[in-house]
């Protein structure tokens, strides 16, 4: 799917639809310096543990999270949001249907 379109207003949250059972994503925009990127999970659906080389912002746009960062434990309901550290493990696992914004930025 293409990246959404430059010089329009978004309403981020309906750029994504939720999917029974799935975790949906959406690119928004993508660059050599970063990329945004939109996500719908479906309650119960997780990313497993990772890490990634740059930090991360999460902002929840609707529902809510457990974000486990190191293994601690943070829940995010609509409108709070968390940086997950670079090179640090974390997941992320919807205690409802959620939608988030993750936005990378690459040093």
């Given at each position: ?15 994504v639809n939720y999917q029974d ?24 659906q997780e990313l497993s543990e ?11 746009l609707d529902g809510s999270t ?42």
């Open positions: 799917m293409a990246t959404a379109p430059k010089s329009e207003i978004l309403k981020m949250a309906e750029l059972g799935s975790v949906v994503s959406r690119q928004i925009t993508k660059a050599d310096a970063g990329n945004v990127t939109l996500f719908a999970f479906d309650k119960d990772h890490t990634a080389p740059f930090d991360a912002l999460v902002h929840v457990e974000i486990k960062i190191s293994g601690k434990a943070f829940e995010l309901t609509t409108g709070e949001a968390i940086i997950m550290p670079a090179n640090e493990p974390h997941a992320v696992r919807a205690l409802t249907r959620f939608k988030m914004l993750l936005t990378m930025i690459r040093n």
